[in-house]
């Protein structure tokens, strides 16, 4: 008989489980904003205030360009910037040259301002594909959770071409459409891609603003100049003289105006009188002065107001210079000879 034994043994094998983990990467998450000559993200004015017309070529004015841009992702990075704008409601294309509509004109550009708005060292502020550039942050760190603002002085300056603008409001809109557009790019490294490079599009986030003016009445005398009566012989009479360009007046394009005359001896109605040059001469010479031609010309006067035209002459402005005839007629010339002379005061009502 045979004895079968039978072995065996107790193997242990371990298995070893391996369970995939991905490796999560924290991200950035930025939003940006912007706001000119307010917090970023509000409506913002430019505000050139109340001028007159015959300053509206060369009045200027600063806006200053805020932008934010804020992380709410868990790591930290880099973001860049661009800040684009281009003509505004009312000529989009053109960016060399912007303009404000004078309020309830219904778009005749006949009623306009003309201005420029420069970054600064003088660069055109401008959008893509127009003259000019955006304005450009550069690469700027970003922490994780936290925020990174920045800000850029705008001059508005307006040019030539403004003198002939009538008193009233004027207006820009550059948030009444698509007339402003910020763009941004992020980075983990640095530094964060350009925001202008080629081949990056244009994005249409908003930073809306107005741009405004009003231009008030003003005038001023641009010249003036002698009534020379000449030389006569005592027995003269009823001597006339003029000068037509004896006052030169500016005054803003539309703008009423009325001109009063008043001689040396404050006498409202115009007659004055002249006295000698000559030591130890008592004599006076009277003479009337005049708005129209002729020895009974109307009399010119000093009772206009800033309403009504009185015995003054009443005209509006053209926004450029304009002169006016001034008539004198004496009496007599009876009086010992002599260099006789007055002076006359003007005075502009508006």
């Known amino acids: 008989m045979k004895l079968f034994q039978w072995h065996f043994g107790l193997y242990l094998i371990p298995l070893a489980f391996l369970f995939p983990m991905s490796n999560t990467q924290a991200a950035l998450s930025v939003t940006c904003e912007a706001g000119m000559n307010t917090a970023a993200g509000s409506v913002g004015i430019v505000n050139f205030g109340t001028i007159t017309g015959t ?13 934010s841009c804020n992380n709410t992702g868990d790591t930290a990075g880099y973001v860049s910037v661009c800040l684009a704008v281009d003509g505004g409601e009312y000529t989009p294309a053109n960016v060399e040259t912007r303009y404000m509509q004078r309020s309830g004109t219904g778009g005749d550009n006949t009623r306009r301002l003309n201005f420029t708005m420069t970054l600064p060292k003088g660069g055109l502020w401008s959008t893509r594909g127009k003259t000019g550039s955006e304005y450009n942050s550069g690469s700027k760190a970003i922490g994780a959770n936290s925020s990174v603002t920045g800000s850029v002085v705008v001059d508005f300056a307006m040019k030539t071409g ?3 603008a009538t008193q009233g409001a004027y207006i820009n809109n550059f948030g009444n459409g698509n ?32 741009v ?6 003003s005038c001023t005398i641009a010249a003036k100049s002698n009534v020379d009566l000449g030389s006569h012989s005592a027995n003269e009479t009823n001597i006339t003289g003029s000068n037509s360009s004896a006052i030169t007046i500016n005054c803003t394009n539309g703008g009423a105006y009325y001109i009063g005359l008043k001689p040396s001896n404050d ?24 708005s129209t031609t002729g020895i009974d010309g109307t009399i010119w006067g000093n009772t206009a107001t800033s309403t009504t035209v009185g015995n003054g002459v009443a005209d509006f402005g053209t926004g450029s210079n304009k002169s006016h005839t001034v008539f004198v007629t004496v009496p007599s010339a009876d009086f010992k000879p002599d260099n006789y002379s007055d002076t006359v005061t003007i005075k502009v009502n508006y």
């Open 267 to 290: 006498n409202s109605n115009g007659a004055g009188i002249m006295s000698g040059l000559s030591s130890g001469n008592t004599d006076k010479v009277p003479y009337q002065l005049r």
């Open 212 to 217: 405004q003016a009003a231009i008030t009445p």
């Open 55 to 67: 300053i509206a070529n060369n009045a200027s004015t600063t806006g200053t360009l805020n932008y």
């Open 162 to 164: 403004n003198g002939s």
């Open 179 to 210: 007339h402003t557009a910020l763009t941004f790019l992020t980075s983990t490294t640095s530094p964060a891609p350009d925001c202008n490079a080629s081949g990056i599009a244009q994005q249409s986030i908003r930073f809306p603003f107005i």
